[in-house]
């Protein structure tokens, strides 16, 4: 089953404004320059800059995404963005469930499927993250706690074209450290085990379960060669375009 990988950037909360138009531009060069990539590529910058961004990137194959969302329409919810603005700004995609956002805002399971099933209903695609903690991990317990992730935050109806799933160990997350790859293969096999089970297996072998966490382009190539890693979702690297496009490169896109 061959699935195209996706290399997102998700950009978290960097870049002013000039910053982040010049490193759109930077990327569109840089997959420009690779002709015709296997690969897809997705940036998701903050969203003060996804307007600006939007325009550099006109033309060029590299879908836009945010990196959260609300889970109503519209509203009553000060501060808060709803999935609707995202489309309306040129988003494909929506980052949901990451880590930081579950240790940051407390979000739960059941808030991330909410806001999934919010996103797919105008039309976002969503990568939901999963990922355990070093002391979850030192337990024996990533499967376990990846497992009851994906049961909870992925909406009943999600199918491979809306839905991309992103592993990130959050020990492994900006700090250079990252799993050995039989450990990657083995969360990402679970994670296709318990989606077949979820979803059905003709979902599960099309779904793309992306990696991240410290992802770099010198171990680009040794996880992204793996069977069950469809891409990779990449913090750090994604600030430098040179960075971002080698690991797709390295990644043999
Ligand atoms: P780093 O690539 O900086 O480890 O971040 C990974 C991540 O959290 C992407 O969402």
Redesign the pocket.
Known sequence: MARKKLIAG?W?MNGLLADGVELAKNVVLQVKAMGKPQCEFLVCPPFTLLTSVKKALRGAKVALGAQDCHMAEKGAHTGDISPLMLKDLGCTYV?LG???RRADHGETDELVRAKAEAAHKVGLKTVI?IGETLAQRDAGKAVEVCRNQILGSVPADSNATDTVI?Y?PVW????GKVPTTADVEEVHAAVRKVLAQKLGKSVANKMRILY?????PGNAKELLSLPDVDGA??????LKAEDFVAIAKNGTC
């Open positions: 998700n978290k980052i990451h880590s930081e993250c992103a990130e492994a997350i900006g700090t991240g966490g410290s992802v770099k979702l990449i913090g750090g690297a994604s």
